[in-house]
T-cell receptor, first 117, second 111 residues
Framework: SAVISQKPSRDICQRGTSLTIQCQVD?????MFWYRQQPGQSLTLIAT?????????ESGFVIDKFPISRPNLTFSTLTVSNMSPEDSSIYLC??????????????FGAGSRLTVL | DAKTTQPPSMDCAEGRAANLPCNHS???????VYWYRQIHSQGPQYIIH???NNETNEMASLIITEDRKSSTLILPHATLRDTAVYYC????????????FGAGTRLTVKP
Protein backbone atom coordinates (compact mmCIF):
# COMPACT_ATOMS: atom_id res chain seq x y z
CA SER A 1 0.00 0.00 0.00
CA ALA A 2 1.01 3.61 -0.49
CA VAL A 3 3.00 5.52 2.12
CA ILE A 4 1.64 8.96 2.94
CA SER A 5 3.49 11.80 4.61
CA GLN A 6 1.61 14.76 6.01
CA LYS A 7 3.06 18.06 7.13
CA PRO A 8 2.78 19.56 9.64
CA SER A 9 1.98 16.79 12.07
CA ARG A 10 0.60 19.39 14.45
CA ASP A 11 0.37 23.14 14.76
CA ILE A 12 -1.06 25.82 16.97
CA CYS A 13 -2.46 28.81 15.11
CA GLN A 14 -4.07 32.12 15.87
CA ARG A 15 -7.63 32.78 14.79
CA GLY A 16 -7.97 34.62 11.52
CA THR A 17 -4.84 33.08 10.02
CA SER A 18 -4.59 30.33 7.41
CA LEU A 19 -2.62 27.09 7.39
CA THR A 20 -1.68 24.85 4.50
CA ILE A 21 -1.35 21.12 5.08
CA GLN A 22 0.74 19.08 2.68
CA CYS A 23 0.17 15.47 1.66
CA GLN A 24 2.92 13.59 -0.18
CA VAL A 25 2.44 10.05 -1.50
CA ASP A 26 5.23 7.69 -2.50
CA UNK A 27 3.41 6.53 -5.64
CA UNK A 28 1.15 8.03 -8.27
CA UNK A 29 -2.51 7.95 -7.34
CA UNK A 30 -5.57 9.15 -9.17
CA UNK A 31 -7.81 10.11 -6.28
CA MET A 32 -6.87 11.78 -3.01
CA PHE A 33 -9.28 12.50 -0.21
CA TRP A 34 -9.23 14.99 2.64
CA TYR A 35 -11.02 14.23 5.89
CA ARG A 36 -11.61 16.17 9.08
CA GLN A 37 -11.86 14.60 12.51
CA GLN A 38 -13.12 16.94 15.18
CA PRO A 39 -12.23 16.20 18.82
CA GLY A 40 -13.86 12.98 19.97
CA GLN A 41 -15.69 12.54 16.67
CA SER A 42 -15.52 10.29 13.65
CA LEU A 43 -14.10 11.23 10.28
CA THR A 44 -15.95 13.50 7.86
CA LEU A 45 -15.03 13.70 4.19
CA ILE A 46 -14.18 17.26 3.16
CA ALA A 47 -13.42 16.82 -0.51
CA THR A 48 -12.08 14.58 -3.24
CA UNK A 49 -9.10 15.84 -5.23
CA UNK A 50 -8.29 14.53 -8.70
CA UNK A 51 -5.22 15.68 -10.55
CA UNK A 52 -6.01 18.20 -13.24
CA UNK A 53 -9.49 19.08 -12.11
CA UNK A 54 -11.25 21.08 -9.43
CA UNK A 55 -11.78 19.34 -6.13
CA UNK A 56 -15.25 18.06 -5.36
CA UNK A 57 -16.50 19.27 -1.99
CA GLU A 58 -18.96 17.56 0.30
CA SER A 59 -22.01 19.28 1.70
CA GLY A 60 -21.02 21.78 4.35
CA PHE A 61 -17.53 22.42 2.97
CA VAL A 62 -16.69 25.21 0.51
CA ILE A 63 -13.68 26.02 -1.58
CA ASP A 64 -13.20 29.48 -0.07
CA LYS A 65 -12.74 27.96 3.37
CA PHE A 66 -10.83 24.82 2.36
CA PRO A 67 -9.01 25.46 -0.93
CA ILE A 68 -7.27 22.35 -2.27
CA SER A 69 -4.47 22.01 -4.77
CA ARG A 70 -3.54 18.87 -6.69
CA PRO A 71 -0.62 19.80 -8.92
CA ASN A 72 0.47 16.22 -9.71
CA LEU A 73 -0.29 12.58 -9.02
CA THR A 74 1.75 12.39 -5.80
CA PHE A 75 0.97 15.62 -3.97
CA SER A 76 -1.92 17.67 -2.63
CA THR A 77 -2.46 20.53 -0.22
CA LEU A 78 -5.42 21.55 1.91
CA THR A 79 -5.59 25.08 3.24
CA VAL A 80 -7.75 25.95 6.24
CA SER A 81 -8.54 29.63 5.73
CA ASN A 82 -9.46 32.35 8.20
CA MET A 83 -9.32 29.89 11.05
CA SER A 84 -11.52 29.94 14.13
CA PRO A 85 -11.38 27.71 17.23
CA GLU A 86 -14.11 25.56 15.62
CA ASP A 87 -11.55 24.51 13.00
CA SER A 88 -9.47 22.77 15.65
CA SER A 89 -9.38 19.21 14.34
CA ILE A 90 -7.22 16.51 12.89
CA TYR A 91 -7.04 16.76 9.11
CA LEU A 92 -6.25 13.54 7.28
CA CYS A 93 -5.19 12.84 3.75
CA UNK A 94 -5.99 9.50 2.18
CA UNK A 95 -5.46 7.79 -1.15
CA UNK A 96 -7.12 4.98 -2.98
CA UNK A 97 -5.17 1.81 -3.56
CA UNK A 98 -5.39 -0.49 -6.53
CA UNK A 99 -6.66 -3.99 -6.34
CA UNK A 100 -9.30 -6.53 -7.21
CA UNK A 101 -12.96 -5.48 -7.30
CA UNK A 102 -13.87 -4.01 -3.96
CA UNK A 103 -10.26 -4.07 -2.85
CA UNK A 104 -9.32 -0.49 -3.75
CA UNK A 105 -9.20 0.43 -0.10
CA UNK A 106 -8.08 3.70 1.41
CA UNK A 107 -4.70 4.33 2.98
CA PHE A 108 -4.49 7.24 5.42
CA GLY A 109 -1.77 9.56 6.52
CA ALA A 110 -1.10 10.05 10.23
CA GLY A 111 -3.01 13.32 10.18
CA SER A 112 -2.29 16.95 10.99
CA ARG A 113 -3.55 18.04 14.40
CA LEU A 114 -4.55 21.69 14.28
CA THR A 115 -5.33 23.79 17.34
CA VAL A 116 -6.72 27.28 16.82
CA LEU A 117 -6.51 29.71 19.72
CA ASP B 1 -24.79 4.07 0.70
CA ALA B 2 -26.33 1.97 3.46
CA LYS B 3 -25.90 3.13 7.01
CA THR B 4 -24.38 0.95 9.70
CA THR B 5 -25.07 0.50 13.38
CA GLN B 6 -22.37 -0.50 15.84
CA PRO B 7 -22.23 -0.64 19.64
CA PRO B 8 -20.39 2.41 20.94
CA SER B 9 -17.97 0.43 23.09
CA MET B 10 -16.82 -3.07 23.99
CA ASP B 11 -14.26 -4.65 26.28
CA CYS B 12 -12.27 -7.78 25.64
CA ALA B 13 -9.75 -9.70 27.70
CA GLU B 14 -6.27 -9.99 26.30
CA GLY B 15 -5.79 -13.29 24.45
CA ARG B 16 -9.48 -13.83 23.95
CA ALA B 17 -11.40 -13.40 20.72
CA ALA B 18 -12.98 -10.02 20.13
CA ASN B 19 -16.26 -10.15 18.21
CA LEU B 20 -17.41 -6.79 16.91
CA PRO B 21 -20.93 -6.69 15.44
CA CYS B 22 -22.28 -4.40 12.74
CA ASN B 23 -25.81 -4.06 11.43
CA HIS B 24 -26.37 -2.91 7.85
CA SER B 25 -29.95 -3.90 7.19
CA UNK B 26 -30.38 -1.67 4.11
CA UNK B 27 -27.28 -2.86 2.30
CA UNK B 28 -27.60 -3.12 -1.47
CA UNK B 29 -26.56 -6.10 -3.55
CA UNK B 30 -23.49 -4.36 -4.96
CA UNK B 31 -22.23 -2.91 -1.68
CA UNK B 32 -19.23 -4.33 0.11
CA VAL B 33 -18.65 -4.39 3.87
CA TYR B 34 -15.36 -2.80 4.96
CA TRP B 35 -13.72 -2.65 8.34
CA TYR B 36 -11.15 -0.08 9.38
CA ARG B 37 -9.67 0.71 12.76
CA GLN B 38 -8.12 3.82 14.23
CA ILE B 39 -5.57 3.50 16.96
CA HIS B 40 -5.17 6.60 19.09
CA SER B 41 -3.29 9.43 17.33
CA GLN B 42 -3.06 7.53 14.06
CA GLY B 43 -4.96 7.55 10.79
CA PRO B 44 -7.48 4.79 10.11
CA GLN B 45 -6.07 1.44 8.98
CA TYR B 46 -7.80 -0.98 6.63
CA ILE B 47 -8.52 -4.39 8.16
CA ILE B 48 -10.67 -6.48 5.85
CA HIS B 49 -13.60 -6.38 3.47
CA UNK B 50 -16.15 -8.74 1.93
CA UNK B 51 -19.19 -8.94 -0.32
CA UNK B 52 -21.09 -12.04 0.77
CA ASN B 53 -18.58 -14.74 1.62
CA ASN B 54 -16.71 -14.97 4.89
CA GLU B 55 -13.19 -13.65 4.64
CA THR B 56 -10.01 -14.13 6.63
CA ASN B 57 -6.63 -12.46 6.51
CA GLU B 58 -3.65 -12.11 8.81
CA MET B 59 -5.42 -9.51 10.92
CA ALA B 60 -8.99 -10.72 11.30
CA SER B 61 -11.98 -12.69 10.05
CA LEU B 62 -15.16 -11.24 8.66
CA ILE B 63 -18.40 -13.16 9.00
CA ILE B 64 -21.30 -11.89 6.89
CA THR B 65 -24.79 -13.30 7.47
CA GLU B 66 -26.52 -15.01 4.58
CA ASP B 67 -29.01 -12.14 4.19
CA ARG B 68 -26.06 -9.69 4.37
CA LYS B 69 -27.88 -7.51 6.86
CA SER B 70 -25.21 -7.86 9.49
CA SER B 71 -21.60 -8.86 9.93
CA THR B 72 -19.08 -9.59 12.65
CA LEU B 73 -15.41 -8.74 12.73
CA ILE B 74 -13.40 -11.27 14.70
CA LEU B 75 -9.98 -10.62 16.16
CA PRO B 76 -9.05 -14.18 17.15
CA HIS B 77 -6.52 -13.40 19.89
CA ALA B 78 -6.85 -9.80 20.95
CA THR B 79 -3.77 -8.00 22.25
CA LEU B 80 -3.43 -4.68 24.05
CA ARG B 81 -2.34 -3.14 20.74
CA ASP B 82 -5.77 -3.95 19.28
CA THR B 83 -7.32 -1.27 21.50
CA ALA B 84 -8.81 1.13 18.94
CA VAL B 85 -12.00 2.45 17.39
CA TYR B 86 -13.33 -0.01 14.80
CA TYR B 87 -15.40 1.30 11.91
CA CYS B 88 -17.79 -0.78 9.81
CA UNK B 89 -18.56 0.81 6.45
CA UNK B 90 -20.64 -0.33 3.50
CA UNK B 91 -20.20 1.13 0.06
CA UNK B 92 -20.20 0.31 -3.61
CA UNK B 93 -16.86 -0.89 -4.90
CA UNK B 94 -14.68 1.70 -6.67
CA UNK B 95 -16.58 4.48 -4.95
CA UNK B 96 -14.11 5.76 -2.38
CA UNK B 97 -15.55 9.24 -2.54
CA UNK B 98 -18.47 7.80 -0.63
CA UNK B 99 -16.52 6.25 2.25
CA UNK B 100 -18.65 7.37 5.18
CA PHE B 101 -17.35 6.75 8.67
CA GLY B 102 -19.89 6.29 11.44
CA ALA B 103 -19.18 6.55 15.13
CA GLY B 104 -17.58 3.09 15.28
CA THR B 105 -17.00 0.80 18.26
CA ARG B 106 -14.34 1.67 20.80
CA LEU B 107 -12.72 -1.66 21.69
CA THR B 108 -10.68 -1.78 24.85
CA VAL B 109 -8.51 -4.85 25.35
CA LYS B 110 -7.77 -5.37 29.02
CA PRO B 111 -4.91 -7.38 30.55
Amino acid sequence: SAVISQKPSRDICQRGTSLTIQCQVDSQVTMMFWYRQQPGQSLTLIATANQGSEATYESGFVIDKFPISRPNLTFSTLTVSNMSPEDSSIYLCSVEGQGAPGANVLTFGAGSRLTVL
Amino acid sequence: DAKTTQPPSMDCAEGRAANLPCNHSTISGNEYVYWYRQIHSQGPQYIIHGLKNNETNEMASLIITEDRKSSTLILPHATLRDTAVYYCIVRVAHNNNDMRFGAGTRLTVKP
